[in-house]
């Protein structure tokens, strides 16, 4: 129960990796703010408080100011206070390559991506230090990284991220307010289920994570745990740092190139 009575903000808990991280942070005693943009963030409410937890659900869209502050005032109103904050949300832009890729594209990715969890820090960090500690955990990617593993407005997004987290940490200084992020490698996720739908369609499930030596992807409550770990007192000493959780893709980030000139097959 190492978030018992906590009260913990998950963003982009509707489904996939915040889904799974919400119903963990309930088990371990904590009291959930689920937060998306979508019905799933009261679906996720639902399956918390059926299992014997505490929630509430919010719709927000995690790269709008005043809905992240909204956010933020609803677990202080409700559970007196902030410990953690887990800034999950994100989208994928898709996968085009640079040149495909116009401003609004990446404008709207950068938005959800990275202003995004900048804004989960900038609102949440002052409540959380008034408890005395607490953490921030973002979610990054091995995109990241780097290249090989999503197209440029995502990598870059996510890349941003990575920085953010540790310039984060710097500034909070004093404050007991840790910020980490993870880097998922593939995971089934809202995100990339046509992917996985495909392979099972296709009978190709073996090809999906072949490039790592894990040789698979990987489920939401692997990824979840690790970012449980990060908020938790069992990572009191970690801080400012970027967690790769990816079957140990990216200690080579083996990947076909995309030449200039020519549309990748």
Same mark, same amino acid.
């Given at each position: 129960?190492?978030?018992?009575?906590?009260?913990?903000?998950?963003?982009?808990?509707?489904?996939?990796?915040?889904?799974?991280?919400?119903?963990?942070?309930?088990?371990?005693?904590?009291?959930?703010?689920?937060?998306?943009?979508?019905?799933?963030?009261?679906?996720?409410?639902?399956?918390?408080?059926?299992?014997?937890?505490?929630?509430?659900?919010?719709?927000?869209?995690?790269?709008?100011?005043?809905?992240?502050?909204? *956010?933020?005032?609803? +677990?202080?109103?409700?559970? #007196?206070?902030?410990?953690?904050?887990?800034?999950? =949300? &994100? $989208?994928?832009? @898709?996968?085009?390559?640079?040149?495909?890729?116009?401003?609004?594209?990446?404008?709207?990715?950068?938005?959800?991506?990275?202003?995004?969890?900048?804004?989960?820090?900038?609102?949440? *960090?002052?409540?959380? +230090?008034?408890?005395?500690? #607490?953490?921030?955990?973002?979610?990054?990617?091995? =995109? &990241? $990284?780097?290249? @090989?593993?999503?197209?440029?407005?995502?990598?870059?997004?996510?890349?941003?991220?990575?920085?953010?987290?540790?310039?984060?940490?710097?500034?909070?200084?004093?404050?007991?307010?840790?910020?980490?992020?993870?880097?998922?490698?593939?995971?089934?996720?809202?995100?990339?289920?046509?992917?996985?739908?495909?392979?099972?369609?296709?009978?190709?499930?073996?090809?999906?994570?072949?490039?790592?030596?894990?040789?698979?992807?990987?489920?939401?409550?692997?990824?979840?745990?690790?970012?449980?770990?990060?908020?938790?007192?069992?990572?009191?000493?970690?801080?400012?740092?970027?967690?790769?959780?990816?079957?140990?893709?990216?200690?080579?980030?083996?990947?076909?190139?995309?030449?200039?000139?020519?549309?990748?097959?």
């Amino acid at each position: 129960m190492r978030f018992e009575n906590k009260s913990i903000i998950v963003t982009g808990a509707g489904s996939g990796i915040g889904r799974a991280a919400a119903l963990l942070f309930a088990a371990e005693g904590g009291h959930v703010i689920v937060a998306d943009k979508t019905e799933g963030a009261d679906e996720t409410a639902h399956l918390v408080t059926q299992a014997g937890g505490t929630a509430k659900a919010i719709r927000i869209d995690a790269g709008i100011e005043d809905d992240v502050i909204r *956010a933020v005032t609803l +677990a202080c109103d409700s559970f #007196g206070g902030l410990d953690v904050m887990f800034a999950n =949300a &994100g $989208i994928s832009g @898709g996968m085009a390559n640079l040149f495909d890729t116009d401003v609004a594209l990446i404008t709207e990715v950068l938005r959800v991506n990275l202003i995004g969890p900048f804004l989960a820090i900038k609102h949440a *960090a002052p409540r959380i +230090a008034e408890r005395g500690k #607490g953490a921030i955990v973002l979610t990054a990617s091995v =995109a &990241g $990284i780097r290249s @090989g593993a999503g197209s440029p407005a995502y990598s870059a997004s996510k890349a941003g991220v990575i920085n953010l987290a540790a310039v984060s940490a710097q500034q909070l200084t004093g404050s007991n307010v840790r910020v980490n992020a993870i880097c998922p490698g593939l995971t089934e996720t809202g995100m990339t289920k046509p992917v996985f739908d495909y392979a099972r369609e296709a009978n190709k499930m073996d090809r999906v994570g072949r490039l790592n030596p894990l040789q698979r992807g990987a489920q939401p409550e692997e990824l979840a745990k690790v970012a449980l770990f990060l908020a938790s007192d069992d990572a009191s000493y970690v801080n400012g740092q970027a967690i790769a959780v990816d079957g140990g893709l990216s200690s080579s980030h083996p990947v076909t190139r995309q030449e200039y000139g020519r549309t990748a097959a």
